[in-house]
Structure formats: C-alpha cells, structure tokens
C-alpha cells in the first residue's frame, strides 16, 4: 500500500564519503569512532552504522546499551562504545554481547565486574573506558578521584583499562582556554595512569568541532608521550554538516575550510501537496487564524505537522521548497498538516514533492536553516524528526 507521502531519505553513499574524507583529516593522529547515538541522529541507524563500517569505522558509539544491542544486531564485528554508561542491571547484557561500555562510577564497576566474574570472564578481558570530568560537570571522575578508580583495576581483575575518556565541549570557542585546560588536565590524568604502572590503548577525546579545528595533532601528542593511540568521535560532521565556529575566530582552521568544501549532506526530508484550494482576501488559515489572507491566495495543503518534527514555531515564519521555489508556511502548523503559499508559483499541483529539508532545484534548506528560525541547533533538528516519518535508502 501507498503511504501517507512524508519521508526521509538517507544516501549513505555520502556518509561513506564523509567518513573516509574525515578519516584524512585525521590521520595519522586519530582514528574515528562513528557516533551513531540516536538512531543516527535521527537518520536511521539500521542504514547508517553499516555504512560506517563498509566506510572503514572499526568503533560505533551509541547513547545506551539499548541501542548498543541494536547495533550489535546490525554490526557484528563493530566495537560499539556506549558513550552514556549503563545503567543498573545492564551489566550483564554488556558482557554477553561484547559492549564496551564508558565508566565513572564506582557502582559501574562493582557491577561490571561482578558479573563478568560470574561469566568466568578471564583477567583483563572486559574493556573499559574510564571518563574523566574536565569540566562539563555531567559525567565522569573528577580528576582528584582518578588514583581509585584506577586501583580496581587490579591485574586479577577482568576489568581492563582500555580507554581514557574526556569531552571537549567548547571546542568551537576562539578562546581556545577552555580545550587548553581540559587537555592538561588530561595530560595529568594519563601520566597518572603511567605512574600506577597501567596501560591503556586509548586516548578517547574530541567531537566534531574538535576535529574540525585541527586538533587532532594536539592531543594525539599527549598520547604519544604514553604509547597511546587517539581516537576521536565526530557525529555532526559524519551526517554531512560542519558545525558552525564562534565567529570570533580569527582564522578559520584550514580542516574546517576543506570540511565546508568536502561534505555532503545525508539527509533529505520530503512531502507532497496533498490538495490546493483558492481562497479570497479576508480567508484566515489554520489555528487561531493567526494568518489573514490580504488578497485572493492559492495555497498548498502538506501531509506534514509537528508530528512529524516540524517545529511548530516554524508557522508563519519559515518557508519549503516546491517547484524549486520557497513558499512560506502560512498559519499555524497542526499535528499531522501544513499550509504553504503557492501564490506566485504557478504550476503546483497535487502530488508535487515538497522539500523540508534539503536541496531542489537550486534552492537548499539546510538543518541550519531550521535550526535558526526555531532557535535551536542541528542536532536536535534532525533528532526531532518523528519515528513515523519512514527513513528510505537512497
Ligand atoms: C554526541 C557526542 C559526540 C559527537 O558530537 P558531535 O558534535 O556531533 O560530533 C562525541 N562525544 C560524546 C561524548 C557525545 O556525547
């Protein structure tokens, strides 16, 4: 059966393409982890995380062991780090399907350790990745509670200290004081490790901004200095959008230049005019009538609403794309319906494809571009796209 015409449409082709392009950018610092955390950011991680791994992408990170099962499921060989812990009682579904989870409390570990024990799990055989707050407040050990987190990890213990973890979360500041701090706290965090006589693979640092920045150089010499390696996780980026840098920045980084030059959206978000009616000066549309019409008007009825993730405040003040032209989106929105005004774009018709998000013609509406109106940021643009809206390979 037909379905009611809103959808996605995802071409992993280029989020192959960004993978690898990104790839360059960090090598040979850095390898990437692809954050596929929220179904891809909202773009599907039954699509995406393959096409990261056919890209070249050893690791995955996810939000929670949930979707770390679902792509588990999906990737069998993929490392899959859950970025946002576990929670009590997920500990055994870590272990028995090979997730490596990011730690910081010591209940974590208590639990992880305790049920890899019962699963005859050898010494050093569950990897760990321990997060350290430098600064965001959120999660991780705070740098003087390092030494006891670092004692669990006893040589008879299965718990093994694979990764150190931090997030830089001002990356994209011109002020660079805020990264500056984080990485020499870091810097004190892994000679500590070193001092305990432990070794630890990774040096598990820095999103999208980080390594757009041309930061990759940076940390990976911290981790030189202990024989470790770096790994970095962009997500933004991956779905083809650079983020935007404080406009204070003196210089743009030349990785942030290319990054512009290089990437390709994945995303596109589509409807259809579902029917068109005439309507005299004086006719109010939607809700309220918070729109008058001040002459006659044609409008476009679309089989979109905030349902779907159109932002309701988007009513009256933003614009989609049809026949390659904007069209303003009149009235209020309403759960499951829009209106546009085709007025002056003749020609339109039932069934023509409507672009929400996304490129027709010559014309781009961007994640960007939605973000601004509504006040908000790319990620959460994509990451409210309903889970009705189906997400269709392209
Ligand atoms: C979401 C997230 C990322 C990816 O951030 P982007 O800005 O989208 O690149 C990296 N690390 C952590 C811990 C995250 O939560």
Known sequence: MPM???WVEIRTRSLEENYRFLQTLAAPHAELLAIVKANAYGHSLELCAPAAV???????GVTSVEEGLAARALCPEARILVIGGMFPGQGAAVVEHGLTTVVWERWQLDELESVARAAGAPAASLPIHLEIDTGMSRQGVSPDQVSAALAR????SPLKLEGVMTHLFAADEADGAVTESQLAQMAEVL???????????????????????????????????????????????????APQFDPDFEWEPASLTAARARLQPVLSWKTRVTSLRSVPAGAVVGYNGTFVASEPMRLALLAVG???????????RFSLLVRGTRAPLVGRISMDQAVIDVTDIPGVEAGDEVVILGTQGTETISAFDHAEATGTIPWEVFTRIGQRVRRVLV
């Open 191 to 241: 000679r500590r490790v070193e001092d305990t006589g432990l070794y630890a693979e990774w040096f598990n640092v820095g999103s999208s901004s980080a390594l757009l920045a041309g930061q990759a150089g940076e940390i990976a010499a911290l981790a030189d200095r202990h024989g470790m390696k770096t790994m970095m996780r962009p997500g933004l980026v991956l779905y083809g959008l």
């Open 306 to 316: 905030y349902a779907d993730g159109l932002d309701r405040r988007l009513g009256n």
């Open 4 to 6: 009611r015409p809103c």
């Open 54 to 60: 056919r890209a070249g992408a050893k690791w995955l």
């Open 153 to 156: 990890f006893v040589p008879e």
